[in-house]
């Protein structure tokens, strides 16, 4: 990013009614279960513009139950790789 750009991410549970803002100032908070899958989709913000123009730079989904059983309880601060951005009903 540039100078006048910044990153931000849209959380869903894929339940709740709408997704939920995060950045790294301001985290989100789902309910989820072991069946539970976490999507996150990440845009690029331009400071002074509509959020109209954010640009989709890519996404991530984590299935509760397999993250569970690969890392165990928690994860804290782990760099994940983005997927191409995709309408959620296309992920498999």
Not at 27 to 45: C, D, K
Not at 59 to 74: D, K, T
């Amino acid at each position: 990013n540039g100078p006048e750009e910044c990153n931000y991410g849209m959380a869903t549970n894929h339940t709740a009614e709408a997704q939920v803002p995060v950045t790294s100032e301001s985290p989100a908070r789902l309910v989820v279960g072991l069946e539970s899958i976490v999507s996150v989709r990440v845009f690029l913000h331009t400071r002074g513009q509509s959020s109209a123009t954010d640009r989709p730079i890519g996404q991530l989904s984590i299935p509760i139950r397999e993250m569970q059983e690969i890392c165990g309880s928690g994860i804290f601060q782990t760099w994940l790789l983005l997927d191409p951005w995709t309408a959620y009903g296309s992920l498999s």
